[in-house]
């Protein structure tokens, strides 16, 4: 029998969420004179990614927060990059310091996330921040990760218990969003480019999470009926990383691409800069 799967609009969430921001935002400007500030950072000229920081740019002025944008030649080295964050990490206008992924291949970028401070790191980049939140100690989740684990709540679907399969084991995406759903009692199996026996893993998945950056590399066959089908992906012509058209009414739900996990990471990101000027003036 086949049903229509709950889609899972991440569009729509995002702009709730921006609207209790908005008021969250108006609330610290009012207490403090002070307009909460996000600091991005872009290195090099990649199209996509000068396109994600305009989007997150747009989203601190629809909250009515500012960001102050550093672009950063193609040739920056580490050395200038770790300088650039430090200056950030030491100005206090700053609440939090985003630096768009992926930046040019001589720059040690493991080094350039971890130089942000924790309590900057509001798109949750840092080893530490990683470790803390898998620890289940308070810390800011990655931003894809989390605005995914918000999705699933939003619309109460049970993680417990449930067979969890992320494909894709990336720093920001694949293996935080395993510790998420580790964290919520999901059992979780991470797959990846050396799995040999993926179609098989992916067919106990009672949840799905398309983390693997190849435009549908993951196929509808392979998913079981019923599954929660969660696309991370983003690719030209507004396709995934997963196969979504046939699960469209086989599904228990699914990520639409757009307008699912990606409009989450930047309504999380925003979300987490406003949590950090809170903790700001609380402190
Ligand atoms: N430092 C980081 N770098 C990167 C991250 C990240 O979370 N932190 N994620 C990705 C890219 N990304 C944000 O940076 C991102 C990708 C896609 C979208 C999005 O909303 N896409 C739309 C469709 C695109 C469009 O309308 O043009 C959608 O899915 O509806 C948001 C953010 C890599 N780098």
């Not at 935002?25 to 305009?54: F, H, M, Q």
């Not at 990606?262 to 700001?280: N, Y």
């Amino acid at each position: 029998m086949t049903a229509t799967a709950l889609l899972l609009d991440g569009k729509a969430l995002s702009k709730q969420m921006e609207a209790d921001l908005k008021i969250r935002v108006a609330r610290i400007i009012e207490k403090t004179g002070v307009v909460p500030v996000l600091a991005t950072i872009l290195v090099g000229n990649d199209p996509s990614s000068e396109v994600y920081v305009k989007m997150k740019g747009n989203a601190c002025e629809r909250v009515g927060m500012t960001s102050v944008k550093v672009h950063l030649p193609e040739e920056t080295t580490t050395e200038e990059l770790l300088a650039a964050i430090d200056k950030l990490n030491n100005d206090d206008r700053i609440c939090g310091i985003l630096l768009q992924h992926p930046v040019p291949h001589q720059i040690d970028e493991r080094a350039c996330f971890d130089k942000i401070a924790i309590d900057k790191d509001v798109d949750g980049v840092t080893c530490l921040g990683f470790g803390r939140m898998s620890m289940n100690e308070p810390a800011y989740g990655s931003a894809t990760p989390a605005g995914i684990m918000e999705l699933l709540k939003h619309y109460k679907l049970p993680i417990a218990g449930k067979h969890a399969v992320v494909v894709g084991r990336s720093p920001i995406l694949g293996k935080p969003v395993a510790m998420m759903l580790l964290n919520e009692n999901a059992t979780v199996t991470i797959c990846h480019s050396r799995t040999s026996n993926l179609p098989e893993l992916i067919k106990q998945a009672d949840i799905i999470v398309g983390a693997v950056g190849k435009p549908e590399f993951i196929k509808a066959e392979w998913i079981k009926d019923n599954a929660v089908v969660v696309d991370a992906g983003y690719h030209t012509g507004g396709i995934g990383d997963i196969e979504l058209g046939p699960l469209k009414d086989r599904a228990a739900a699914y990520t639409p691409v757009p307008g699912g996990v990606g409009p989450m990471t930047i309504a999380t990101l925003i979300a987490q800069t406003v949590a950090s000027a809170e903790k700001k003036i609380a402190s």
